[in-house]
Antibody
Framework: QVQLVQSGAEVKKPGASVKVSCKAS????????IHWVRQAPGLGLEWIGL????????TYAQNFQGRVTLARDTSTRTVYMELNSLTSGDTAVYYC???????????????WGHGILVTVSS | AIRMTQSPSSLSASTGDRVAITCRAS??????LAWYQQKPGQAPKLLIY???TLQTGVPLRFSGSGSGTDFTLTISRPQSEDFATYYC?????????FGQGTKVEVK
């Protein structure tokens, strides 16, 4: 079965960086894009970006451009997200998610990781 | 970015009621719309994609409709496990955007 296992919770100080991971199993890793989405406490969902595990090509939301880096290691079937210059506004649960493809409408998220709580506090 | 607006923000329903949640896109997105269910402390779960296609394993009491800018998620007779928060999301163009969520509570 498809599983996305994410790394553990992180606590960082403002201005620091955080790097979290998402390990995929149960499917052909290179065949499905991985997206990252975050959810601030009690709030809605915000799309961060995506990586093509096959090529390594990335696309980022403008809100995160220049501050986020997605990378993958095909040997370990793991995707990484690094977010720099953290502020309290980055406190959120960060999800990785796999996308599937529909011929008519395009890519959509079908499986989510369990989420990683990143807390930014001085 | 395309803005997704859900209504209502919250609603109360009894098991057996019919529940309808609407989602409006600020521009046409064809049928590139998904619905997710989220329970407290859990990741979202895909219910519907392509506006009306039920994900494998999702109960038939869930249905989706619409295209262009106006969409609806309907729960025909909600069960206790259906009380949760629901989000719509457009995947027509980047950046992907989500509605603000609709919390469905027990009356």
């Amino acid at each position: 079965q498809v599983q996305l296992v994410q790394s553990g919770a992180e606590v960082k100080k403002p201005g620091a960086s955080v790097k979290v991971s998402c390990k995929a199993s149960g499917y052909t890793f290179s065949d499905y894009y991985i997206h990252w989405v975050r959810q601030a406490p009690g709030l809605g969902l915000e799309w961060i970006g995506l990586i093509n595990p096959s090529s390594g090509h990335t696309t980022y939301a403008q809100n995160f451009q220049g501050r986020v880096t997605l990378a993958r290691d095909t040997s370990t079937r793991t995707v990484y997200m690094e977010l720099n210059s953290l502020t309290s506004g980055d406190t959120a649960v960060y999800y990785c998610a796999r996308t599937n493809y529909d011929l008519l409408t395009g890519y959509f998220i079908d499986y989510w990781g369990h989420g990683i709580l990143v807390t930014v506090s001085s | 970015a395309i803005r997704m607006t859900q209504s209502p923000s919250s609603l109360s329903a009894s098991t057996g009621d019919r529940v309808a949640i609407t989602c409006r896109a600020s521009q046409a997105i064809s049928s590139s719309l998904a619905w997710y269910q989220q329970k407290p402390g859990q990741a979202p779960k895909l219910l519907i994609y392509s506006a009306s296609t039920l994900q494998t394993g999702v109960p038939l009491r869930f249905s989706g409709s619409g295209s262009g800018t106006d969409f609806t998620l309907t729960i025909s007779r909600p069960q206790s496990e259906d009380f949760a928060t629901y989000y719509c999301q457009q995947y027509y163009t980047y950046p992907w955007t989500f509605g603000q969520g609709t919390k469905v509570e027990v009356k």
